[in-house]
């Protein structure tokens, strides 16, 4: 057993969230440890898009451009492809991505394993402690936090003033610092796989629509490739599975809304092919003496409506301005963080619910929903809101977007 120097902060995990937190920290001057299990970021198959929100917390955290070198490429618009709607008309409302929040360019789209690393580098340039290909960790919140942790056959134990858990869905800081969490059932499937070769497709364009029984999304990156992403019922688990199942997934895309979809086809798949249950979670409070959780730990909205990695963002930030914001750090330092993280939660859940009703109810009935939906939200900036708050944050739109009424005027449309 080897006892380390103290530590500001301990943070557990090196995704986005963590690693992002742990930069900040550090360049603050704090005495940062980070604990990440890989030693090579693996693609996870999702969380590659930060909208305009989010956006605005990777430059409050002065993080953009380690991001952009990473090869983030800023999409500046979104069409609408949809089996409800002619090509040529969708391509005439395309959503400026640009004009969402003042000053921001757009969404940016960045692969997963090279934003965590890039991140992860950011921290240990700005002074971070980084260890990588850790092995079990335990933790102990309360008055005098402490962190051990297995790394190359010996137990280090390191004593901190707060443990930040950024560990992910399955967190263990969560589970070990007493902390529960609700999830819904899931409300649909959700697979991505990321191809290349992908010529035909404008590189500052992003797209989400349904045709059939499938809602599909393109994020494009610089390069000619993109992550594609299709979700169905979950009664059709197993649909896209088999050895066959890049190809069949592929084949998927020759939608009749999008104009030449026969080069989905034609582009070249990596291995990676996963589906995942779509749900939301949430925790009674992501804030314990001793510790707090941030990113997926703490909880994370359906990914349907994308929000992962603004959320992880918007957390590091917070928690970030909390520390900053007093010198003896307590649960009520981070009652901000907490919540605004409970508010913000519940509006993302609504925006998830709609465009999952949205979206996702197949068929002549929601077909009619869409097309009335699409005539309404233009000029109607309550009606827009739960769709806008994807790209403009949830507390970017009106309140009223997010009241039952609201959303009763919404799924009534026809």
């Not at 929040?101 to 950011?122: F, K, N, Q, S, Y």
């Not at 092995?135 to 309360?142: L, N, Y």
């Not at 197993?238 to 084949?251: I, K, T, V, W, Y």
């Not at 928690?319 to 907490?338: E, N």
Request: hydrophobic share 40%.
């Amino acid at each position: 057993m080897a006892t380390a120097e103290r530590m500001d902060v301990v943070v557990v995990g090196g995704g986005i969230a963590g690693s992002a937190l742990a930069a900040a920290l550090a360049g603050d001057g704090y005495q940062v440890l980070l604990l990440e299990r890989q030693t090579v970021y693996r693609d996870k198959v999702r969380g590659e898009v930060i909208n305009c929100w989010g956006v605005v917390e990777l430059l409050e955290l002065g993080l953009e451009e380690c991001l952009l070198k990473a090869g983030g490429t800023y999409v500046d618009r979104f069409v609408g492809y949809d089996e409800t709607v002619d090509p040529e008309v969708a391509q005439a409302n395309a959503i400026p991505l640009d004009q969402m929040i003042p000053g921001i360019r757009g969404v940016l789209d960045v692969g997963h394993p090279e934003a965590c690393e890039a991140l992860a580098t950011a921290a240990a340039e700005a002074g971070a402690t980084v260890v990588r290909g850790i092995g079990d960790v335990t933790v102990t919140g309360g008055a005098n936090p402490v962190v051990r942790y297995e790394y190359n056959d010996v137990e280090y134990d390191v004593p901190c003033r707060m443990i930040v858990g950024a560990d992910g869905r399955t967190s263990t800081v969560r589970r070990q610092l007493g902390v529960s969490l609700t999830q819904t059932p899931p409300n649909s499937l959700g697979g991505g796989m990321l191809v290349e070769d992908l010529h035909d497709w404008p590189v500052n364009v992003t797209s989400i629509g349904t045709e059939g029984d499938l809602l599909y999304f393109v994020f494009p990156r610089e390069g000619a490739r993109a992550r594609l992403y299709l979700l169905h019922d979950v009664a059709q688990k197993g649909r896209f599975s088999g050895p066959n199942r890049q190809a069949d997934f592929l084949e998927a895309f020759r939608f009749r809304c999008i104009p030449g979809s026969g080069m989905f086809a034609a582009a070249t798949p990596s291995e990676s092919c996963a589906f995942y249950p779509m749900n939301d979670a949430w925790t009674d409070s992501p804030v314990v003496p001793g510790g707090v959780l941030i990113g997926d730990a703490a909880g994370w909205s359906d990914p349907v409506v994308g929000q992962g990695l603004s959320i992880a963002l918007r957390d590091a930030r917070q928690v970030r301005d909390a520390l900053r914001s007093d010198t003896v750090w307590s649960p009520g330092t981070l009652a901000p963080y907490r919540e605004e993280r409970e508010e913000r939660m519940r509006r993302l859940r609504i925006s998830g619910a709609v465009r999952t009703t949205m979206y996702m109810t197949f068929g002549p009935e929601g077909a009619a929903r869409r097309k009335a939906y699409a005539k309404a939200w233009p000029t109607d900036p309550v009606l827009a809101g739960s769709r806008l708050a994807t790209f403009q944050g949830a507390f970017g739109v009106p309140d009223e977007s997010f009241a039952p009424a609201t959303i009763q005027r919404l799924f009534a449309l026809k």
